[in-house]
């Protein structure tokens, strides 16, 4: 398995405040070394890799991760706890979950 995650570099060069917030939260929980690879979508250069990577895949978010496997197509996550829950194997808790599916989707609302 090869894990890719795809930062965005904001225009003062620093990380996106999500992009700062995952990789954080990786070396937390003692996971970067599993990503082995980092591509940065950087605003000062629209040209730069991770804009062509999130292209290619469609994607508009960041960060996100693509997973590679052996004998299958990649998979992307655009959600980092279901990367974490589904790839890495770790527990996320069910409100993390809801959280970032909502601020991913502002039209969505609890009933």
Known sequence: MNITLVQKIKQNGQ???KSARVLSELD????RSKIDRIITADE????????AVAAQ???DTAPFFIVDQPGGP???YTAYQRFLKEVLHQQTSEEAEISEIMAQNSDLDFI
Request: proline share 14%; aromatic share 10%; net charge positive.
């Open 15 to 17: 990380p996106c405040a």
């Open 28 to 31: 937390k929980l003692g996971l």
């Open 44 to 51: 000062r250069n629209p040209h730069s890799e991770g804009y």
């Open 57 to 59: 895949y469609d994607v």
């Open 74 to 76: 990649p998979r992307l």
